[in-house]
């Protein structure tokens, strides 16, 4: 039986979401937040308290529940849909329309 059971297939796609989300993103994507880093970080920072409740969520709940939840206000396709399209503040715009901030 694997260490971390059925819960690991989460896992790579966890771990690939926080990357990004952390900023590991491609060159591709850094280039274009260069212009306006100011304004990006803060984006980021938004991105990021959004996180903060999903980990706290994580914590609290497991992750199965936090993971489920996170799927429900944010699919993982829209997500990075967005991120590669928009960015980091076309998700946290995002995130504010959907009141997720």
Same mark, same amino acid.
Do not use: W
């Given at each position: 039986?694997?260490?971390?059971? $059925?819960?690991? @297939? ?5 771990? !690939?979401?926080?990357? &990004? ?7 591709? +994507? ?24 999903? $980990?706290?969520? @994580? ?5 199965? !529940?936090?993971?489920? &939840? ?7 396709? +829209? ?23």
């Amino acid at each position: 039986m694997p260490a971390f059971g $059925s819960r690991s @297939r989460g896992l790579p796609r966890l771990t !690939a979401l926080t990357c &990004l989300l952390l900023g590991v993103a491609g060159p591709a +994507l850094r280039a274009q937040t260069l212009p306006d880093a100011p304004q990006e970080r803060a984006c980021r920072t938004e991105v990021s308290k959004f996180e903060e409740t999903i $980990s706290f969520l @994580r914590h609290t709940q497991g992750m199965e !529940a936090a993971a489920k &939840l996170k799927e429900e206000l944010l699919p993982a396709r +829209l997500e990075n849909e967005i991120l590669m399209q928009q960015g980091y503040c076309g998700l946290a715009r995002h995130l504010r329309e959907k009141h997720l901030l």
